[in-house]
């Protein structure tokens, strides 16, 4: 493989061409007219422009992306997540025009895409699953009677549903009714795909995922798993790895059994297998994702394994370089996302420009992000800013240095989850690992967070801007200047 194009934006685009760029291979990127100042366009080697800012215009168009590819002897796409990451019929057209998908392929896509038909290839390995309807609800009579046998509260998921969306909690058998006819309807206009069931609804529930890779050669092995229980609107926004509150045995076990989740449907590449773990820790399969995760830092930071060099290497037919027992966990990482979001509204997105953007080094730092100072975060795409990850020999060591990350993190003009993200590391049920997927409902108020940072630091940035223009008209030096000066002098010279 020679050249790859990245069928996506961003920082998920800029951390693709890193790891390409390291094996030797030019990058093309794509981009909306959105997007035509980002870094991931400046990184490429090329960059071709897609089209207008929606995503139906631009990034989703595989048609065009595979012209793109034909034109400029592209011979591999790696799609990283989101867009058409998941899309078996576009895997599929790729594969058709002679260019290697970078994932798995189309038919172990289309098993695990659908919720529904994921169960029914994980039943068959054994794989313990979350009580509830076997498949798509036909009579809500026989779903009342299931739910009234595992015990409400209970959850109506859409087959189709992703990131989220298509769920309902339903804590009384009166609503039931009512409630699966409109999530059939929802998921029929959202998804246009109206099939539902029935799932238990988990107590106290934590996340957990397995990360898997699967090469051509039938070698299958896992990378330990990552904690996303810090979530809110059911979408993960603190991720960590590895889960604070698992022994060997139960790592082992969920390994393997996600690992035969990717048996079951003859995966192919990085895939994550993700669990609903209960108080007692009974763990059931929800779904699997068939594509590279955005927490996937998180599991490269504690094994040491690069996963999109690893994805390019199967990709081209290379058999894994290493055996379940050669991996090890090394110390303990923690993911922010850091979203243009407002944590004191209910976390809604807080769309602006990055006026100040200043980011975070040293020792145990990474910053996987895609923007600049000056740019506008746009409002066609998902608003996350960058991944702010950090390392550390143990979980406490990668907390405290998370929170001078934080601290260190320079963000003027939006609100973004780093305010949030504070708040979960001081607070003490994170701290002793003692938490589930609950934690913004029961912990978090608004009130609990320290004084508005963004407009604080709005004033700052005013602050600068009316000295910087007092500077330029006027070219003396001014008696603040002056001091600073001095004050550097005499620190020179106590040194
Ligand atoms: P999506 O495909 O939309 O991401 P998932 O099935 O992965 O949906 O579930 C997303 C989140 O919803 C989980 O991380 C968890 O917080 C919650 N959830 C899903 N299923 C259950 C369940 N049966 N009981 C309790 N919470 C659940």
Same mark, same amino acid.
């Given at each position: 493989?020679?050249?790859?194009?990245?069928?996506? +934006?961003?920082?998920?685009?800029?951390?693709?061409?890193?790891?390409?760029?390291?094996?030797?291979?030019?990058?093309?990127?794509?981009?909306?007219?959105?997007?035509?100042?980002?870094?991931?366009?400046?990184?490429?080697?090329?960059?071709?422009?897609?089209?207008?800012?929606?995503?139906?215009?631009?990034?989703?168009?595989?048609?065009?992306?595979?012209?793109?590819?034909?034109?400029? *002897?592209?011979?591999?796409?790696?799609?990283?997540?989101?867009?058409?990451?998941?899309?078996?019929?576009?895997?599929?057209?790729?594969?058709?025009?002679?260019?290697?998908?970078?994932?798995?392929? %189309?038919?172990?896509?289309?098993?695990? *895409?659908?919720?529904?038909?994921?169960?029914?290839?994980?039943?068959?390995?054994?794989?313990? #699953?979350?009580?509830?309807?076997?498949?798509?609800?036909?009579?809500?009579?026989?779903?009342?009677?299931?739910?009234?046998?595992?015990?409400?509260?209970?959850?109506?998921?859409?087959? %189709?549903?992703?990131?989220?969306?298509?769920? +309902?909690?339903?804590?009384?058998?009166?609503?039931?009714?009512?409630?699966?006819?409109?999530?059939?309807?929802?998921?029929?206009?959202?998804?246009?795909?109206?099939?539902?069931?029935?799932?238990?609804?988990?107590?106290?529930?934590?996340?957990?995922?397995?990360?898997?890779?699967?090469?051509?050669?039938?070698?299958?092995?896992?990378?330990?798993?990552?904690?996303?229980?810090?979530?809110?609107?059911?979408?993960?926004?603190?991720?960590?790895?590895?889960?604070?509150?698992?022994?060997?045995?139960?790592? %082992?076990?969920?390994?393997?059994?996600?690992?035969?989740?990717?048996?079951?449907?003859?995966?192919?590449?990085? *895939?994550?297998?993700?669990?609903?773990?209960?108080?007692?820790?009974?763990?059931?399969?929800?779904?699997?994702?068939?594509? #590279?995760?955005?927490?996937?830092?998180?599991?490269?930071?504690?094994?040491?394994?690069?996963?999109?060099?690893?994805?390019?290497?199967?990709?081209?037919?290379?058999?894994?370089?290493?055996?379940?027992?050669?991996?090890?966990?090394?110390?303990?990482?923690?993911?922010?996302?850091?979203?243009?979001?407002?944590?004191?509204?209910?976390?809604?997105?807080?769309?602006?420009?990055?006026?100040?953007?200043?980011?975070?080094? *040293?020792?145990?730092?990474?910053?996987?992000?895609?923007?600049?100072?000056?740019?506008?975060?746009?409002?066609?795409?998902?608003?996350?800013?960058?991944?702010?990850?950090?390392?550390?020999?143990?979980?406490?060591?990668?907390?405290?240095?998370?929170?001078?990350?934080?601290?260190?993190?320079?963000?003027?003009?939006?609100?973004?989850?780093?305010?949030?993200?504070?708040?979960?590391?001081?607070?003490? %049920?994170?701290?002793?690992?003692?938490?589930?997927?609950?934690?913004?409902?029961?912990?978090?108020?608004?009130?609990?967070?320290?004084?508005?940072?963004?407009?604080?630091?709005?004033?700052?940035?005013?602050?600068?801007?009316?000295?910087?223009?007092?500077?330029?008209?006027?070219?003396?030096?001014?008696?603040?200047?002056?001091?600073?000066?001095?004050?550097?002098?005499?620190?020179?010279?106590?040194?």
């Amino acid at each position: 493989m020679n050249k790859i194009l990245i069928a996506n +934006r961003g920082e998920i685009a800029l951390r693709i061409m890193k790891s390409a760029k390291e094996m030797g291979i030019k990058t093309v990127a794509v981009y909306s007219e959105a997007d035509r100042n980002s870094p991931h366009v400046k990184y490429a080697d090329e960059a071709v422009l897609l089209g207008p800012p929606p995503s139906a215009q631009s990034y989703l168009l595989g048609d065009k992306i595979i012209e793109v590819c034909k034109t400029l *002897g592209v011979d591999g796409i790696h799609p990283g997540y989101g867009f058409l990451s998941e899309n078996g019929e576009f895997a599929q057209a790729v594969e058709e025009a002679g260019i290697t998908f970078i994932g798995p392929k %189309a038919h172990s896509m289309k098993v695990m *895409g659908d919720k529904l038909s994921a169960k029914e290839a994980a039943k068959e390995f054994g794989i313990p #699953l979350v009580p509830g309807t076997e498949g798509a609800i036909e009579d809500p009579k026989e779903a009342i009677a299931i739910s009234r046998e595992i015990g409400f509260p209970v959850l109506i998921k859409a087959s %189709a549903g992703g990131g989220g969306k298509g769920m +309902r909690i339903v804590e009384k058998e009166e609503e039931l009714e009512e409630q699966i006819h409109s999530a059939i309807s929802e998921a029929k206009s959202a998804f246009g795909n109206g099939a539902v069931f029935i799932e238990k609804y988990v107590s106290s529930p934590r996340h957990i995922e397995v990360q898997v890779l699967c090469d051509s050669h039938g070698n299958r092995v896992h990378l330990f798993e990552r904690e996303c229980s810090v979530q809110r609107r059911h979408q993960k926004v603190i991720e960590e790895a590895p889960s604070a509150i698992l022994s060997d045995e139960l790592r %082992a076990e969920m390994g393997a059994k996600a690992v035969d989740v990717a048996r079951s449907c003859n995966y192919l590449g990085a *895939g994550t297998v993700e669990f609903i773990m209960d108080e007692s820790h009974n763990f059931y399969f929800m779904e699997m994702n068939t594509r #590279l995760q955005v927490e996937h830092p998180v599991t490269e930071m504690i094994t040491g394994v690069d996963l999109v060099k690893e994805q390019i290497k199967i990709a081209r037919g290379e058999a894994l370089s290493f055996k379940q027992e050669d991996l090890k966990i090394h110390g303990h990482s923690i993911e922010v996302r850091v979203y243009a979001e407002n944590a004191r509204e209910n976390f809604m997105p807080d769309i602006g420009k990055l006026r100040v953007y200043q980011r975070p080094h *040293g020792v145990g730092v990474r910053v996987d992000d895609g923007f600049e100072e000056g740019m506008d975060i746009p409002i066609y795409y998902d608003p996350m800013i960058s991944k702010l990850v950090t390392y550390g020999k143990d979980r406490e060591e990668a907390r405290v240095r998370m929170l001078r990350a934080i601290e260190d993190y320079k963000i003027v003009g939006l609100h973004t989850t780093m305010e949030f993200a504070k708040f979960v590391m001081e607070h003490p %049920a994170f701290i002793s690992g003692d938490f589930d997927t609950h934690f913004v409902n029961k912990h978090f108020k608004p009130e609990y967070l320290e004084a508005d940072v963004a407009e604080e630091g709005e004033q700052v940035a005013a602050l600068i801007s009316a000295y910087l223009l007092n500077q330029q008209s006027n070219k003396g030096i001014n008696p603040s200047e002056k001091q600073a000066k001095q004050n550097s002098k005499w620190k020179a010279n106590r040194l």
